[in-house]
């Protein structure tokens, strides 16, 4: 199995501009989960999604934010108009969700910088 | 609700030394646990999983941790370090019914020095 892939795995970016970062889940797995890593803010749980489902949204900053699961093998997250401190890098994970133990598999994820 | 507290955010150690990272967890049931460990500019990979088969869990690297009820914690440890095992772990926990959802911890980083 290739792993959780995402795509880019780097990108700079300039305020104002809108930023899509890709996800392909484990095939199989039908939950997906988004997250922010910071220096300052540690590993920030953003959404998940069950069965293409969002289940929780509630770790989205604000309304530039928003993300979107059109079929069990790939999710968006997007940010616009991007801005400096949403630089991080960003990670999404699978799971087999239906059934324990929950464990997430993580994708090598995306650095994001906006100047 | 559940949570995780690792104590300490960073921990230094010899190579040749044991290697012990706290992991206390807050759940109302016995909840299933994680130990991940994160390389520089990578991705968080599993390192090993409770799911009370057994207290004692063996993990990838040389790594075991013990699932201690009476205390609520899990840590994490490894007889001898390696150099090779600077990174950041995270434990992490989720619930048996309901969200599937992991908590993580903050996060502690491991030095090894020669």
């Known amino acids: 199995d290739a792993g959780v892939i995402q795509s880019p795995r780097h990108e700079v970016t300039e305020m104002g501009q809108e930023v899509t970062l890709r996800c392909k889940p484990i095939s199989g797995h039908n939950s997906l989960f988004w997250y922010r890593q910071t220096m300052m803010r540690g590993l920030e749980l953003l959404i998940y999604f069950n069965n293409n489902v969002p289940i929780d949204d509630s770790g989205m900053p604000e309304d530039r934010f928003s993300a979107k699961m059109p079929n069990a093998s790939f999710s968006t997250l997007k940010i616009q108009p991007s801005e400096p401190r949403d630089s991080a890098v960003y990670f999404c994970?699978?799971?087999?969700?239906?059934?324990?133990?929950?464990?997430?598999?993580f994708g090598p994820g995306t650095r994001l910088t906006v100047t | 609700a559940q949570s995780v507290t690792q104590l300490g955010s960073h921990v230094s150690v010899s190579e040749g030394a044991l290697v012990l990272l706290r992991c206390n967890y807050s759940s109302s049931v016995p909840p299933y646990l994680f130990w991940y460990v994160q390389y520089p500019n990578q991705g968080l990979q599993l390192l090993l999983k409770?799911?009370?088969?057994?207290?004692l869990v063996k993990g990838i690297n040389g790594f075991e941790a013990e699932f201690k009820k009476s205390e609520t914690s899990f840590h994490l440890t490894k007889p001898s370090a390696h150099m090779s095992d600077a990174a950041e772990y995270f434990c992490?926990?989720?619930?048996?019914?309901?969200?599937?959802?992991?908590?993580f911890g903050t996060g502690t980083r491991l030095t090894v020095i020669p």
């Open positions: 994970a699978s799971s087999l969700g239906d059934r324990g133990p929950y464990e997430q598999y």
């Open positions: 409770y799911t009370s088969a057994a207290t």
């Open positions: 992490a926990v989720s619930a048996k019914t309901g969200a599937n959802n992991l908590f």
